[in-house]
């Protein structure tokens, strides 16, 4: 498939995971990322790993901070030209515990970065390139938006922020641009480790496909709901979960 041939996309926290999952997809269908991390090593390997300069850009910084926001975007409209998708992939979790032992600082960031940036990101894109053309944008959230998950309450609290988020956006910012979610269960990454590890064979009994997911997965469903093959879905929130909720299970 060619669905990204002469496109552009951003994708948030792309130096491995499902960032990069996401990059290498848009790339092998023909298109050109810019990608987004904290550590400027981990991004310069992300690019050799995509194939070089000429199809992926690099830009270091911290997803809520708007100066690095502001050089992300000019990077890709001065080297790429256009900007035809956003994925806000970035999200973190500092505190792993009881929800209400999360420290309001702590609690804040996770706002900071798993919300208020992907506002912020997705008013960016929009005045200076989808605004007056056209595009699309795609969250990546969580099944713990959907379900509770002990040990990350707060961080699922900021993903069920980030649902209604994405479907004000799709309200506002039609019909040139249209905004979707993917809400994933247990994704084997580094970030979810916590969730998984030293257990995977038994969590993997409760889905229905009888595994945990892959970068890739996600990938995959990020790349349709940011094609034209989903031109008239906009506003929705794909469950990504190998059928965990069917079972009951997260």
């Not at 991004?43 to 926001?69: F, K, T």
């Not at 970035?90 to 600082?105: A, K, T």
């Amino acid at each position: 498939m060619n669905r990204y041939q002469d496109k552009v996309a951003i994708i948030t926290g792309a130096s491995r995971g499902i960032g990069l999952a996401i990059a290498h997809r848009v790339i092998d269908e023909g298109g050109k990322v810019v990608i987004t991390a904290r550590k400027a090593d981990a991004l310069e390997a992300a690019i050799l790993e995509l194939g070089g300069p000429d199809i992926a850009l690099g830009v270091a910084g911290s997803a809520d901070d708007e100066s690095h926001q502001d050089q992300a975007v000019a990077g890709a409209l001065d080297v790429f030209k256009r900007i035809d998708l956003l994925v806000n992939n970035c999200g973190i979790n500092p505190h792993y515990g009881d929800l209400l032992d999360v420290e309001y600082s702590a609690a804040k960031k996770i706002f900071d970065v798993n919300v208020m940036a992907t506002m912020r990101w997705t008013k960016k894109v929009t005045e200076s390139w989808m605004g007056s053309n056209e595009g699309a944008v795609v969250n990546v959230a969580s099944l713990a938006g959907i379900k509770p998950e002990t040990g990350i309450g707060m961080y699922g609290v900021s993903k069920a922020a980030l649902f209604q988020l994405t479907r004000q956006l799709a309200v506002e910012l039609g019909p040139n641009i249209r905004v979707n979610a993917v809400a994933p269960a247990v994704v084997k990454t580094r970030f979810a480790e916590k969730l998984f590890v030293g257990q995977e064979e038994e969590l993997a009994k409760r889905y229905a496909v009888g595994r945990l997911g892959e970068p890739e997965d996600v990938a995959a469903a990020v790349a349709f709901l940011g094609s034209s093959d989903a031109a008239w879905i906009t506003g929705q929130i794909l469950t990504l979960d190998g059928g965990v909720t069917l079972t009951g299970g997260f």
